[in-house]
Nanobody, 125 residues
Framework: QVQLVESGGGLVQAGGSLRLSCEAS????????MGWFRQAPGNEREFVGA????????YYADSVKGRFTISRKNAWNTVYLQMNTLNPEDTAVYYC??????????????????WGQGTQVTVSS
């Protein structure tokens, strides 16, 4: 069973950057598509972006496109979310998720099988 652990969250000023990591343990994630989601208080969990199992394809929500970048290092069993030009609306708990698929990664949270515990990102104005 794959276990996911996020790290890298914290407090940052508007305009700043953070890089989140999602490290998998238990088995290799080379056959898993990986997604990032976020949830702010009172809001539903929303799609941020995803990366295919190969790393060749990435997809982003419109709200983060051009500011966030997802990458993966399968040899390290780790996926990253580089977040630049952060603004207060990006404040949320960020989750990584995994699903075993060789097709395009899904955008719906319900399509993912495995989840990390989340890491808090707070952007101050």
């Amino acid at each position: 069973q794959v276990q996911l652990v996020e790290s890298g969250g914290g407090l940052v000023q508007a305009g700043g950057s953070l890089r989140l990591s999602c490290e998998a343990s238990g088995r290799s994630i080379t056959t898993y598509a990986m997604g990032w989601f976020r949830q702010a208080p009172g809001n539903e969990r929303e799609f941020v972006g995803a990366i295919s199992w190969s790393g060749y394809s990435t997809y982003y929500a419109d709200s983060v496109k051009g500011r966030f970048t997802i990458s993966r290092k399968n040899a390290w069993n780790t996926v990253y979310l580089q977040m630049n030009t952060l603004n207060p609306e990006d404040t949320a708990v960020y989750y990584c998720a995994a699903v075993r698929t060789n097709t395009d990664p899904p955008r719906r949270a319900s399509d993912y099988d495995l989840w990390g515990q989340g890491t808090q990102v707070t952007v101050s104005s």
